[in-house]
Nanobody
């Protein structure tokens, strides 16, 4: 059964950095657009970043532009999210997601989701 597994979360101080990784298993997601979403306490799920199948095009949520970078290595079947300049409002569970059809910022367009990894940014 295909699934996505996130790793790299943890506790970091304001201004610090973390690198999240998504390692699909059960199938290759080379031909899927990939995305990262965030669920913060008391808030709706928020789009963080997305990357096309080829990796040539990326898109970011307004709150992370200029600080986060999404990348993928199709040879290794992994997708990473480099997070710099973290802020307390960046605290939440980060989810990796995949979909085969569209390059999208909408969670409803994604068919596969990981269990999430917790990121906590202390002030």
């Amino acid at each position: 059964q295909a699934r996505l597994v996130e790793s790299g979360g943890g506790l970091v101080q304001t201004g610090g950095s973390l690198r999240l990784s998504c390692a699909p298993s059960g199938r290759t997601f080379t031909y899927f657009a990939m995305g990262w979403f965030r669920q913060s306490p008391g808030k709706e799920r928020e789009f963080v970043a997305a990357i096309t199948k080829s990796g040539r095009t990326t898109n970011y949520g307004d709150s992370v532009k200029g600080r986060f970078t999404i990348s993928r290595d199709n040879a290794k079947n992994t997708v990473d999210l480099q997070m710099n300049g973290l802020k307390p409002e960046g605290t939440g569970v980060y989810y990796c997601a995949a979909n085969e059809l569209v390059f999208s910022h909408l969670g409803g367009d994604y068919d596969y989701w990981g269990q999430g990894t917790q990121v906590t940014v202390s002030s």
